[in-house]
């Protein structure tokens, strides 16, 4: 069974830094372009960043430029997600995700494997 599970999540002041990870199980996706995107109640599911397979492309949202980094290392922790200089709009549930054609994407119905979240809160 494929999984993907994410951890880091929390609650951090304004300004704070967090970490995120993505630990998958079920085969590994060295292969695959990975991203993060995150959700808010009620809203759409939005893009945070992708890295596409062996880390040759990345992409950010312009909401995140330059605060958060998204890196890989391609073993059972295949993507993490640096965020610094947090603000109470980042707060959201985050996911990773997982694209098998390797291509990395802001579309989020162009990645077959997702995790179940993490909860970043950011307080002011």
């Known amino acids: 069974q494929v999984q993907l599970v994410e951890s880091g999540g929390g609650l951090v002041q304004a300004g704070g830094s967090l970490r995120l990870s993505c630990a998958a199980s079920g085969r590994t996706f060295s292969t695959y372009a990975m991203g993060w995107f995150r959700q808010a109640p009620g809203k759409e599911r939005e893009f945070v960043a992708t890295n596409s397979v062996r880390g040759r492309n990345t992409y950010y949202a312009d909401s995140v430029k330059g605060r958060f980094t998204i890196a890989r290392d391609n073993t059972k922790n295949p993507v993490y997600l640096q965020m610094n200089s947090l603000k109470p709009e980042d707060a959201p549930v985050y996911y990773c995700?997982?694209?098998?054609?390797?291509?990395?994407?802001?579309?989020?119905?162009?990645?077959?494997?997702w995790g179940q979240g993490t909860q970043v809160a950011v307080s002011t």
């Open positions: 995700a997982a694209n098998e054609d390797g291509i990395g994407t802001i579309i989020p119905n162009r990645y077959e494997y």
